[in-house]
Nanobody
């Protein structure tokens, strides 16, 4: 199976930047797509950015032009570069991965990381 470990969260002032990382580890798996979601207190979890194995990307409307998702397939790691951060970006950020496993990689499963807190405040 696959485990995801996020890092890079913290406290930053409005207008600042942070870079999140999410590394997938395990055995005998093949990552399809990975994504970042976030959940603020009292709100539903929302998509921040999504990236496929061929590096096609999708962004949530609220982060377009400010956030950039990228991946290093050799390291099974994705990154989220967050610039021009706003207080409304404050949330727990979760990494998500869709992967195949099994003798012929015939099974498909989704896994979540434990989340990392991002706080944007002066």
């Amino acid at each position: 199976q696959v485990q995801l470990v996020e890092s890079g969260g913290g406290l930053v002032q409005p207008g600042g930047s942070l870079r999140l990382s999410c590394a997938a580890s395990g055995s005998a798996f093949s990552i399809n797509a990975m994504a970042w979601y976030r959940q603020a207190p009292g709100k539903e979890r929302e998509l921040v950015a999504h990236i496929t194995s061929s590096a096609s990307t999708i962004y949530g409307d609220s982060v377009k032009g400010r956030f950039t998702i990228s991946r290093d397939n050799a390291k099974n790691t994705i990154y989220l570069q967050m610039n021009s951060l706003k207080p409304e970006d404050t949330a727990v950020y979760f990494c998500n991965a869709e992967f195949r496993y099994g003798l012929n990689y015939q099974f498909l499963k989704t896994v979540w990381g434990q989340g990392t807190q991002v706080t944007v405040s002066s």
